[in-house]
Structure formats: structure tokens, C-alpha cells
């Protein structure tokens, strides 16, 4: 429930010793929560909390119902609750049990047989773009491929497929281990991925991950959809290029768009610059249209996994077995090992904008996080740089890190990534990354950036009826709409996790 808000403040659960802020406190004003009055004893920033009754020493601070730290000093009704007075409870690894707990999903319907018009691909793919990619093996050659893509489109493009794109990165070479292996499962998957209607793999010839051994990692294509061109082994690496380009523009011509059911959609969910408001309009938005979505038989992928911490054990109960469980459960004390083996703080986050924004502790942060992700059953765990197999809701192992998360949503199948911000960021990935903001100010102030504005609900909107408008737009941006901008203004990048030495 979001009670309050007649009151310029939000309080989320009804069992919450804070509230949020919808706009800018003054000491001396009052506010009337639960019949009670509350009169403010401190300036307090828009989109912050608030102490809706007095909170001891040590005690522990509520939030969607659930602990998100404890105080350090005693506070009374009426102040300002962050970083100067509250503290994360969260420690190092845990001990879990599995606990099944039955989730009531979103069983609004429309109807199961809901289509959108996507391309079918020759292996049973589905896509949602009909454009032209061209991966590099190696960093060495980014520009190479930067100026390819530019003359392919000024000398083939026209209105039979969607364009040729690069996407640029550092890695490929000097890389050992586990950190060259990454590299090239979230490479082989990018090229695997059904939006692209044909695929130039690009090398050097020198570099660790050369061609050759590069194609054991890709396993099985189709020499129509993928080509390959070694550049040290040909005198002029663009008219070769443009030659490759051309034969794959000849096979992206054959693909129209077509009926497909919904339960196709693979939809990756992210959050970045994420702010008071994330928790409580766009992450519960896009967990309503992940239920939504999964009820029709698709797909949703959540990852960010130092992003649950805090709030884990809810996702490990919705563990559709004790398998699943088991996977989760390594999935975040994985991740938190990897902290620990560099050294690093596994709580220190959030980030200085976070707090800004209102965010004070990680399971503050990690509570709202996981709302992306609705109420569906956890059907599956997916590793990093690896495909999604399974319907339904799948969590994906990745950092908190923008462009790094959506890149392997992407690699993991997803035809779109919907992202939630209360700070705004311009990024995309390689398929098209809607951006929600969580406040209409932000929707206001970017519009070159945001794409839809779940604000709405602090307004006039009910959840229903946004969750419906959402739906909509996705089925439409899978149908070919190029409305988000990170589409309509070329911003569509790449970043790899890296883990390991470099030589």
C-alpha cells in the first residue's frame, strides 16, 4: 500500500518506521500518518526517510515490511533517517534452508494467444530486430569495425533490415584463465543472438582469442548468418568486410516480420542510478509486468547479484525446487567470495548517487532491487555468459555494474532490457534498453533519455492501468517501434566482466 501521499510522504508497508519524502521537509511542518501526527524536526531532502515513530539505539529500521538496517543512535519522530544514524545488518557469507513459499502471481490474462510481429529464424529463433552485427574478437580492431559498420551503412542500408552495429571493448588478448573465458562465452552468445539477422565475427590474427578457437566457443552456426574475416590476412580488410556484409544483407532480406505469441519475449530487468522512489513505483511496475509476462509463458531475467544481498533469501524461497534453491545459494555466496578474494567490503554499496537519491544500506537498495522480478516461482540460475533455457523467471549471474549486467542480459537471450533509474543514465546495450524512471521530474527533465514514466503512480495512475500501458509499449517496441532512445540516438553498447590477470 502506499499510504500518505496526501501528505507529500509515501509509506510503503504498514508495519514501516519510515516513510519517504515526496518533496523537500522544512523543520516545523506536519504531516498525519495513521491517524498520528508527526511534526518534522529537521530539513529533510526530497525522496528521503522519515521517522514515523520514535526508533531506540540498535533497533532495527522497517521498510517494505522488512528490516533494512539498524539505528545508531536514538531516534525520535519527525527526523531525517540515513547515513548518520543508520547502519546495514548484513555481514559475510550465510547459512540458508530452503523454505518453499507459494507466491499469488499477476493472473490477469488477456489472452494466452497474444502476439507481436517478430522475425523466425532458420534454427527457431525468435528476434525482434533485423539488423546486422559485427563482433570483434579483439579490442585491437574496434575501429575497424567502427568504420565498417559506417560505410556498410551508407552503401547497402535500405529499408529491408535494420542497420549494421558495432560494439566496441577492450578484451580478447592478454587475457588468461577464466577472465579469456568470459570473453568469449559472452562474445559467442552475442553472436548466437536472434536480433541480429547475420553476424561478421571480425579478428586479427595474433591475439589470444583468435578466430579458430574463437569457433570452438561459438559450437554450431550457420555459415549464412556467420561470417568471419581475419584482417592480417587479407590486403584490404574494408572491401573484404563490405563484401562479407553485403552477402549477410542479401540474407537478412529474406526475413519479414510475423505473428509470434508473446511467450516468445525473453525480457532482461535492470536497475541503475537508482533513488528513494525505485522500490516503490518502477521496480514493482516491472515485477507487474514480469508477472504479467511469465502468466503468458515468456521470459524475465533478473541479475545484479550484489543486488539481493539483503534480500535473498525471498528469491531463494520462490525457488521452484530445492535444486533451484541450492543454485541460488551459490549464486550469491559465489559472489560474495569474489568480493572477499579481492579484498573488498562485500556491503559497500550503495553507490554516492544511491545516497543522494535516498538510498542508505544495501538491503535497502536490495529490497527494492528484487521487485523487478514480481512474484513468479525462480525456474532457473544462469551463468554469466550464458543462454537462458528455461520459461519464466531465471536470475542471471552479473554485478550491479550498468553497462556490464544489461551486456550479459543481452548475451542470455533477452530482446529487450527494461531498465529503471531515478538518476537517469543515456546507456544501451545491444537491444533496445528502455529506460523507466522512477519520478516524473526525471521523465521531464530527460526526455532524451526515459522512455516511460512509472511517476505516474505517485500521481493519478493506478497500477493496473500503468502495468497495462507498459505491457502495450514493450509489445509494440517488439513489434519493430523504435521508440526508445537508446535506439533512435545509436547508443548501443557493449562491457564484459572482467576477472583475472592481464598479460
Not at 548518520?84 to 555481514?91: A, I, Q, W
Request: charged letters at 25%; a negative charge.
Amino acid at each position: 500500500m502506499l499510504d500518505g501521499k496526501k501528505n507529500n510522504v509515501v509509506k510503503i508497508h504498514g508495519s514501516d518506521s519510515v516513510a519517504i519524502t515526496l518533496k523537500e521537509f522544512n523543520e516545523g511542518e506536519r504531516i498525519i500518518l495513521d491517524d498520528k501526527v508527526v511534526e518534522i524536526n529537521e530539513t529533510i531532502p526530497y525522496g528521503h526517510k522519515i521517522a514515523i515513530k520514535d526508533v531506540s539505539k540498535g533497533e532495527d529500521i522497517i521498510k517494505f515490511g522488512y528490516p533494512i538496517g539498524h539505528s545508531t543512535e536514538n531516534i525520535v519522530a519527525g527526523s531525517w533517517i540515513h547515513s548518520h544514524n543508520m547502519k546495514t545488518n548484513l555481514h559475510g557469507e550465510l547459512d540458508y534452508e530452503y523454505e518453499k513459499v507459494e507466491q499469488s502471481t499477476d493472473k490477469q490474462v488477456r489472452s494466452f494467444d497474444q502476439t507481436f510481429k517478430g522475425y523466425m529464424r532458420d534454427n527457431g529463433d525468435v528476434g525482434i530486430r533485423n539488423e546486422i552485427w559485427i563482433i570483434n574478437t579483439v579490442g585491437c580492431i574496434n575501429k575497424t569495425a567502427e568504420l565498417l559498420a559506417n560505410m556498410a551503412n551508407q552503401e547497402l542500408r535500405d529499408e529491408s533490415f535494420d542497420g549494421v552495429f558495432h560494439f566496441p571493448h577492450p578484451f580478447g588478448c592478454s587475457q588468461l584463465g577464466d577472465d579469456l573465458t568470459y570473453t568469449q562465452k559472452l562474445l559467442s552468445n552475442l553472436v548466437h543472438h536472434p536480433n541480429a539477422a547475420g553476424v561478421l565475427v571480425l579478428g586479427l590474427g595474433c591475439e589470444n582469442n583468435y578466430i579458430e578457437l574463437f569457433k570452438k566457443v561459438l559450437g554450431d552456426y550457420d555459415n549464412r548468418r556467420v561470417k568471419f574475416l581475419e584482417v592480417q590476412a587479407v590486403s584490404d580488410e574494408m572491401e573484404s568486410g563490405l563484401d562479407l556484409i553485403e552477402e549477410l544483407v542479401q540474407y537478412a532480406k529474406k526475413f519479414t516480420r510475423e505473428d509470434i505469441p508473446v511467450s516468445k519475449l525473453k525480457i532482461g530487468l535492470k536497475c541503475g542510478g537508482s533513488d528513494g522512489f525505485s522500490g516503490i513505483t518502477a521496480n514493482p511496475l516491472v515485477g507487474r509486468f514480469a508477472d504479467h509476462l511469465i502468466s503468458k509463458g515468456g521470459t524475465a531475467v533478473l541479475t545484479e547479484v550484489p543486488e539481493m544481498f539483503g534480500a535473498e533469501t525471498i528469491l531463494m524461497n520462490r525457488a521452484k525446487n530445492e535444486e533451484t534453491f541450492s543454485k541460488i545459494v551459490d549464486l550469491v555466496n559465489d559472489f560474495k567470495r569474489y568480493f572477499i578474494r579481492h579484498d573488498q567490503v562485500v556491503y559497500e554499496n550503495p553507490s554516492p548517487g544511491n545516497k543522494k537519491g535516498g538510498i542508505t544500506t544495501l538491503e535497502e537498495k536490495s529490497l527494492g532491487c528484487i521487485q523487478k522480478g514480481g512474484f513468479a516461482e525462480v525456474n532457473d540460475v544462469v551463468q554469466y555468459g550464458e543462454r537462458v533455457t528455461e520459461t519464466g523467471l531465471n536470475l542471471l549471474q552479473g554485478p550491479g555494474n550498468d553497462l556490464v549486467s544489461v551486456t550479459a542480459l543481452a548475451a542470455s537471450g533477452a530482446h529487450i532490457v527494461l531498465f529503471t533509474t531515478g538518476r537517469g543514465t543515456p546507456f544501451g546495450g545491444p537491444v533496445p534498453t528502455v529506460k523507466i524512471s522512477t519520478n516524473t521530474g526525471l521523465y521531464a527533465r530527460k526526455k532524451n533519455w526515459i522512455d516511460f514514466d512509472a511517476g505516474q503512480l505517485l500521481d493519478h495512475k493506478d497500477m493496473n492501468q500503468l502495468s497495462e500501458e507498459l505491457f502495450d509499449y514493450v509489445v509494440n517496441v517488439a513489434s519493430g517501434d523504435i521508440t526508445v532512445n537508446n535506439e533512435f540516438y545509436g547508443f548501443k553498447e557493449i562491457a564484459i566482466f572482467k576477472d583475472g590477470v592481464m598479460m
